[in-house]
């Protein structure tokens, strides 16, 4: 209550008028849709019943960095985009889970993710995830040191793909992460992800959109800064903002290591990133 949001508010507006592009990458209330509507901005409204997001789809722009001619260059941008996705879908097991992941739980996801999808163009939607773990393919029986042992190959994947099936259309979101992502940032325009329609009494749901809707942003901006590199071209200047923090933090340990890792690889970027909480005992989380 001591002005918060009027102060990111200020920001983005004078910003905007400067040539930085605002993404507001999850407005919960919503604070923020008016002011990026009158920027001209796209309002990509997000909640149970309205739109879906794949969480293995990174975006269109991403799908374009295997195109990038310099084979570093390439390799480099395709390892951050995996990474991000890795870290985003661990974190989301997390919270279905309640509890940090397990050393194989993690390799699980991270070559499920890779055998299908390995160079981020074709995004698996999440029943194909689901049947991938459930065939046990060899990868998966490498990882999880089960060889021709079905029995506890299962046994060593049941919670992942117990969280994972809690996220589809028998679980408790219907087909809101199920289905193709409804509607794709585009790049170069002011931007918010209206999420107000998710009921904020469930923690988790809510924590796993804004998780989502923060990934979506923070790589469509990271693409951009590739391609521009590739192509010759001058780089656009992005503003992203994150508010609600807290919510996130007090979610699941694992998202703690996903802002973490969210921030580093924006940085790195050099991507202005406003985070916004009430008070610094969040932190503490």
């Given at each position: 209550g001591l002005g918060k949001t009027?102060?990111?508010?200020?920001?983005?507006?004078?910003?905007?008028?400067?040539?930085?592009?605002?993404?507001?990458?999850?407005?919960?209330?919503?604070?923020?849709?008016h002011t990026v509507a009158d920027l001209g901005g796209q309002v990509i409204k997000f909640s149970p019943g309205q739109g879906h997001i794949n969480p293995m789809d990174l975006g269109?722009?991403?799908?374009?960095?295997?195109?990038?001619?310099?084979?570093?260059?390439?390799?480099?941008a395709l390892e951050e985009m995996a990474s991000r996705r890795r870290s985003l879908i661990a974190g989301v097991v997390g919270m279905m889970l309640g509890r940090e992941l397990a050393p194989h739980e993690r390799s699980v996801i991270a070559t499920s993710l890779s055998d299908l999808d390995p160079e981020?163009?074709?995004?698996?939607?999440?029943?194909?995830?689901?049947?991938?773990?459930s065939a046990r393919p060899q990868?998966?029986?490498?990882?999880?040191?089960?060889?021709?042992?079905?029995?506890?190959?299962?046994?060593?994947?049941?919670?992942?793909?117990?969280?994972?099936?809690?996220?589809?259309?028998?679980?408790?979101?219907?087909?809101?992460?199920?289905?193709?992502?409804?509607?794709?940032?585009?790049?170069?325009?002011?931007?918010?992800?209206?999420?107000?329609?998710?009921?904020?009494?469930?923690?988790?749901?809510?924590?796993?959109?804004?998780?989502?809707?923060?990934?979506?942003g923070s790589a469509t901006v990271s693409a951009e800064a590739y391609l521009a590199a590739d192509e010759g071209r001058r780089r656009k200047t992005y503003l992203l903002v994150m508010d609600e923090l807290w919510r996130i933090l007090r979610a699941s340990a694992d998202m703690v290591h996903f802002i973490d890792s969210i921030t580093r690889l924006n940085r790195g970027r050099m991507m202005a990133q406003v985070m916004v909480t009430h008070t610094m005992n969040d932190l503490k989380l």
């Amino acid at each position: 209550g001591l002005g918060k949001t009027s102060m990111v508010h200020r920001w983005i507006t004078v910003l905007a008028d400067w040539g930085v592009i605002p993404m507001v990458l999850a407005d919960t209330r919503p604070d923020y849709v008016h002011t990026v509507a009158d920027l001209g901005g796209q309002v990509i409204k997000f909640s149970p019943g309205q739109g879906h997001i794949n969480p293995m789809d990174l975006g269109p722009i991403v799908g374009r960095l295997a195109g990038i001619q310099d084979a570093k260059e390439r390799a480099k941008a395709l390892e951050e985009m995996a990474s991000r996705r890795r870290s985003l879908i661990a974190g989301v097991v997390g919270m279905m889970l309640g509890r940090e992941l397990a050393p194989h739980e993690r390799s699980v996801i991270a070559t499920s993710l890779s055998d299908l999808d390995p160079e981020l163009t074709t995004p698996p939607l999440l029943g194909e995830v689901i049947a991938h773990i459930s065939a046990r393919p060899q990868t998966l029986r490498a990882v999880t040191l089960t060889n021709d042992n079905d029995h506890e190959y299962d046994l060593r994947v049941r919670e992942v793909l117990d969280a994972l099936i809690s996220l589809g259309p028998s679980g408790m979101y219907g087909s809101m992460f199920s289905e193709p992502t409804s509607e794709h940032i585009e790049v170069g325009r002011p931007a918010v992800f209206d999420i107000s329609g998710v009921n904020e009494n469930d923690h988790v749901l809510m924590a796993a959109v804004q998780s989502l809707c923060w990934n979506l942003g923070s790589a469509t901006v990271s693409a951009e800064a590739y391609l521009a590199a590739d192509e010759g071209r001058r780089r656009k200047t992005y503003l992203l903002v994150m508010d609600e923090l807290w919510r996130i933090l007090r979610a699941s340990a694992d998202m703690v290591h996903f802002i973490d890792s969210i921030t580093r690889l924006n940085r790195g970027r050099m991507m202005a990133q406003v985070m916004v909480t009430h008070t610094m005992n969040d932190l503490k989380l």
